[in-house]
Each structure stands twice: as C-alpha cells, then as structure tokens.
C-alpha cells in the first residue's frame, strides 16, 4: 500500500516538473541579440593586381653619411632634398639626434598646450596608445624600420598626453627645461653637411627597390600580357642604389582575368576598386587598356589611376576587387531572418517585448544579410542599433522577454 502510495507521489512531483518546464520554456526562455549594424557590402571579381607605375631609381656615390629628409612614403618635389651627406656616421647621429629633441619639445609643448584637459576623451586617447602598439609591433615584425620608427615616435606622444590628461604627470616643465638645454648645446656644435641629395623628378619617396622598376612601366603597357606578368623577373639593382621616386602622376594596376571575365569591361570605363591593403585603399579607376594572351583565354584588364598615398607608392601586388555593384544597408546574422504570415521579416527588442518589423533583404550570404536602410520615424521598420532576436524559441509578436 505504501509503496503504490509512494510510486503515486513521484509520478505527480515529475507530472508537475515536467509541466512546470514547458511553461518556463515556452514563457521565458532565453534569446540571444544582436544590434544592426551599417554595411557595405560588394559584388565583383576578386584578383590579384600588381601595381604599374613610373619610377625613377635613385642613387648616390658621394663619399660620407646621408642623413634622409624626408621618411619613406613621404612626397618630394622635383629637385627636392632628399637627404644631407655628412662626413661621417658621427656627425649624421648628431644631426639625428637634435632632430628628435626638436620634435620631442614640439610635443611636449603640444601636450601642455591643452587648455582644458578634462574635456579630452580618455577613452580615445588610451586607444590610440594601443593602435600605436599594434603599429609599432606590426612594422617592426615586417621589416618597415621606417615606419617602426614613425609609430615608436606617435607611441611616445600617447603616452605622455594620457598622463598628462589622466593626471598621472601634470607638470612637464622639468623635462622641457632638460631638453631646451640638450638642444640648445647640440645646436652649438651642430656639424654643417658636405653636400646633398636631390630628387630630380616630383613624386612619392620609396627607400627600397625591387627590380621591376624598368621591369613594369606605364610607358611599355602594350607589352603587359598575361605571358608577360606571369614570366617577369625583377632586374638587378645598382651597387650605389638609395631608394626610387614613385611618380603620383597616371598609374596603372594590372590584372589577369578569364576573356569571359574581362569581356565585362571596356576602355574608359569607369569603376571602383578595393584594395586589401592595411588601410583598406578604396580608389577610382579607368579601364585604359585590355590585352588578350596569345591563346585568347586570358586578358589582362589595365586600370589607370591618378590617387596615390604612402602604402601604395611602396606596394608591387595586392589583393583586390573590381566592385560591380554596392548594397548598403543594416547587416544582420542570417539566423534573425524569420518569415511569419508570408512576410519576411525579425524580431526586434522593444522594451520588454518583441516586435515583428519586416525587412527587405537587398544582400545575402550564407552567414549574414544586408537589409534596406528605411529613412524613416516609422518604429514598424528596421532602424540603425536595433536589437535583434538571432536565437530564440517560441517567439511571437508581443511576447513578454525578461
């Protein structure tokens, strides 16, 4: 009898879990959102370009140490110094020295400059102490000693302003008062250069060369085929060779497409291209010229270009794509696109419930879609940081969420 009572028992309490659980599932089970986002995403054909420009190689057989003006990826104009020659190493580190005094009291007095301190964003200033990082770590581990030295300087500037902003150091004086007197010694036995470099043509100064300078010029483009591209090899550089001038005139980028490919594009026709490059380069380009292989399978489309910077004076091949077309919209995780009624559409937070928007998909993949962007008061419509159901059960418009 007990046991028949006890047996009674156990299958109510796991009657009662087992209900207890659905309604729990049902009513308050968990969602997991996400905010949408502004995205451009493209369509269009991805290649590997190599960069065509007019380049003038630079070299020098003055006896002694050149002490560089100007930093690499920096612009020069014709007859411009490029660097002093001094007698000797010493004299040259001496002049490196000031140089770097003169620009570390420029910042300084940048930094005490501020009137109002409290009115920085320390939230900017501690990123870009931590972009200057990955900067500095990222050049320094590919071999731009250039460039290391140009983030090493912009990681000191960070520094200093956070302590200054922050409070940790409020007064600089002290240190500007050492760095006047440092300065104004080394300016009194400041060694006088034996000659000087100069730029015979205006352009973007490169310290290093790869041989394809007379290899690849915008002067010889009939010659750039497919067979060209893919069996080019590099020159030998002179012994006394210092760097190159990279024309900011007309430049090309060359890429190798399928005749089916390059049958998409004409001459003069205008498009934009993206390069993958660090600072992710979005240029404007016309085709000038499309040269078909011997076998006719293969083209290579020529797009000239009049936009230059520092990266891309330096750069001989990247990643690209050709856009043929552009979707800007709000990008959300594909798991969010639900259809209710026929209607496609999400669930979006509104308060402490849901709310069904239905969305017009103008971009999709197999992880994310691109929405149209309403520009609109209507709360009935997607708008820019709403969040969204990705995961969730049960959902329904009005639906009371925790």
């Known amino acids: ?9 156990v299958i109510i309490v796991f009657a009662l879990f087992f209900v207890g659980h659905q309604l729990y599932a049902a009513l308050y089970s968990p969602i997991t959102t996400e905010s949408a986002e502004y995205y451009v995403a493209d369509e269009g054909i991805s ?12 070299t020098s057989d003055a006896a002694g140490s050149h002490h560089f003006r100007i930093q690499n990826g920096s612009r020069v104009s014709k007859n411009g110094v490029l660097a002093d020659i001094y007698a000797n190493d010493s004299d040259s580190l001496a002049v490196s020295k ?18 109002d301190a409290s009115a920085a964003d ?23 000693y250039f460039g290391a030295s140009d983030y090493e300087k912009k990681l000191l500037f960070s520094i200093n302003r956070k302590q200054f902003v922050t409070g940790e150091t409020t007064d600089f004086s002290g240190q ?3 760095l006047k007197a440092e300065q104004a010694s080394l300016s009194a036995s400041q060694p006088a250069p034996v000659a000087s470099l ?10 290093s060369v790869d041989g394809y300078e007379n290899v690849l010029t915008t002067q010889k483009l009939d010659e750039i085929t497919p067979e060209k591209l893919e069996g080019m090899k590099p020159e030998s550089a002179p012994e006394n060779v210092v760097g190159k001038i990279a024309s900011d005139d007309d430049w090309c980028i060359a890429v190798t497409l399928s005749v089916g490919e390059a049958s998409k594009y004409k001459v003069d ?6 390069l993958k490059l660090r600072n992710n380069s979005q240029i404007d380009v016309k085709v000038k010229q499309i040269n078909v292989s011997s076998k006719a399978d293969k083209a290579v489309v020529l797009m000239s270009c009049l936009q230059m910077n520092k990266e891309l004076a330096s750069v001989r091949t990247a990643d690209i794509n050709i856009v043929s077309r552009e979707y800007k919209g709000l990008k959300l995780s594909r798991k969010a696109l639900r259809v209710v009624k026929g209607q496609s559409g999400v669930y979006v937070v509104s308060g402490m419930s849901l709310k069904f928007v239905k969305v017009d998909v103008i971009y999709s993949t197999d992880d994310y879609i691109v929405c149209k962007q309403e520009e609109t008061d209507n709360k009935k419509v997607l708008r820019l940081y709403d969040e969204v159901v990705v995961k969730g059960k049960n959902l329904y418009e009005g639906k009371i969420i925790s």
Do not use: H, W
């Open 176 to 178: 500007l008062e050492a």
């Open 1 to 9: 009898m007990k046991k028949g009572r006890v047996l009674k028992i």
């Open 269 to 274: 026709d205008d498009l934009l291209v993206k």
């Open 47 to 58: 290649a590997k370009a190599t960069i065509i420009r007019q380049e003038t190689i630079v």
């Open 98 to 115: 000031l140089d770097n005094l003169n620009e570390r009291i420029s910042d300084l007095e940048e930094i005490t400059g501020y009137n």
């Open 122 to 144: 320390i939230s900017l200033i501690r990123q870009d102490v931590v972009e200057s990082v990955n900067d500095y770590v990222r050049a320094a581990s590919t071999g731009d």
């Open 198 to 207: 100069r730029s015979a043509v205006s352009g973007y100064f490169v310290s």
